[in-house]
């Protein structure tokens, strides 16, 4: 399985909108809705931010928000933070009990 | 506290094996499908490995696929990842992390990840 295609890097300036997005295929994201989204600031463990496509875990910001169509899902982010600046990878259920990560976007807040 | 903590990471040489372990508290262990999931230095996250509460359906990634056994023992809230025939590029920090699924779904989704282990393959 290859892995989902993210950009390498976004930025964007405090207050701002940033769209990350997550291509893969009619294998994976196409497929399914076991799409899901962490944040890992550096030297921590990631953090669930969003699964099934747009759902948020409790607690979560609900400035975080996911949606999915055809082969991409995207991660929108609003109202950016400092704290925000972070790697981000989506994951997908690729099919065969198979799941597959993105390679991570890292985002700068200006 | 929710938690999950990995152990059993050090230097290994190739072709050796390493057994880590991950300790699960404050949680109903026995009901959760659990993963394991590596990351290379400096770079991305790798699934590895999927099992689900009681160990009757298991699945591997291709690149360990006969060379790493998933398991857990319910009674002692620990989940185990056998990592045989190690290469250099098993090198990374390896998680243990808990899918938000229980009984016989899963979400491919991980809401609780330990802090992780580093194991290092090298001569």
């Known amino acids: 399985q290859s892995a989902l295609t993210q950009p390498a890097s976004v930025s964007g300036s405090p207050g701002q909108s940033i769209t990350i997005s997550c291509t893969g295929t009619?294998?994976?994201?196409?497929?399914?809705?076991?799409v899901s989204w962490y944040q890992q600031h550096p030297g921590k463990a990631p953090k669930l931010v969003i699964y099934?496509?747009?759902k948020r875990p409790s607690g979560v910001s609900n400035r975080f928000s996911g949606s999915k169509s055809g082969n991409t899902a995207s991660l929108t982010m609003s109202g950016l933070q400092a704290e925000d600046e972070a790697d981000y990878y989506c994951s997908s259920y690729a099919g065969s009990r198979n799941l597959v990560f993105g390679r991570g976007t890292k985002l700068t807040v200006l | 506290e929710v938690q999950l903590v990995e152990s059993g990471g050090g230097l290994v040489q190739p072709g050796g094996s390493l057994r880590l372990s991950c300790a699960a508290s404050?949680?109903?262990?026995?009901?959760?499908?659990m993963h394991w999931v590596r990351q290379a230095p400096g770079e991305g996250l790798v699934w590895v490995s999927r099992i689900n509460s009681d160990a009757t359906s298991i699945s591997y990634a291709d690149s360990v696929k006969g060379r790493f056994t998933i398991s857990r023992d319910n009674a002692k809230n620990t989940l185990y990842l056998q990592m045989n025939s190690l290469r250099a590029e098993d090198t990374a920090v390896y998680y243990c992390?808990?899918?938000?699924?229980?009984?016989?779904?899963?979400?491919?989704?991980?809401?609780?990840w330990g802090q992780g282990t580093m194991v290092t393959v090298s001569s």
């Open positions: 404050e949680f109903t262990f026995s009901s959760y499908w």
């Open positions: 099934e496509v747009s």
């Open positions: 992390a808990r899918d938000l699924g229980r009984g016989s779904s899963w979400y491919d989704a991980f809401d609780i």
């Open positions: 009619s294998s994976d994201v196409g497929s399914y809705n076991l």
